[in-house]
């Protein structure tokens, strides 16, 4: 059975309080989970205003619409925030519920890996998104750019 530190335990080496101490990665993994949360609260509400209610809501919503948004280095900011720390602060709640429910230690490696590869493979992939994508491609038809693309 694993034993998993309680968050304000003291961070010293087992048996012997005189060696080096260690992180107690539950603590900072639990800080992380509040402060996280609270600044993910102001991005998606944020993000959701931005979106819905100004200018024509839903309806404006289109390539365009995205391709404008992305143009704009705050907004490619506030999205990349926006998938960092939703996509840590979500696996690191699977990891917290694996460490709770999983009581075979090999399963839970195996699964606490899997979320780590998943959650680091959507972060590239996601910031790949965000940084190289070009509404206005060169020699694309100008029938199929967005309005504020110039031909």
Do not use: Q
Not at 44 to 65: E, K, R, T, Y
Not at 136 to 144: I, Q, R, S, V
Request: charged share 15%.
């Amino acid at each position: 059975m694993t034993t998993i530190d309680a968050p304000r335990a003291k961070a010293s080496a087992p048996g012997n309080p005189n060696k080096k101490k260690r992180i107690n990665w539950e603590k900072w993994g639990w800080i992380y989970m509040r402060a996280s949360g609270v600044l993910l609260v102001v991005l998606i509400f944020g993000h959701l205003f931005s979106n819905l209610m100004v200018g024509d809501g839903i309806s404006a919503i289109d390539f365009g619409f995205v391709g404008g948004k992305l143009a704009n280095p705050f907004w490619k900011v506030w999205d990349l925030l926006l998938l960092w720390l939703a996509l840590i602060h979500g696996a690191n709640g699977m990891r917290t519920i694996v460490n709770d429910y999983v009581e075979r230690p090999g399963l839970a490696k195996g699964l606490k890996t899997a979320l780590f590869l998943a959650a680091a493979l959507l972060i590239l992939l996601g910031t790949l998104v965000i940084f190289t994508f070009e509404p206005c491609p060169a020699g694309a038809d100008p029938e199929l750019l967005a309005s504020f693309c110039t031909a």
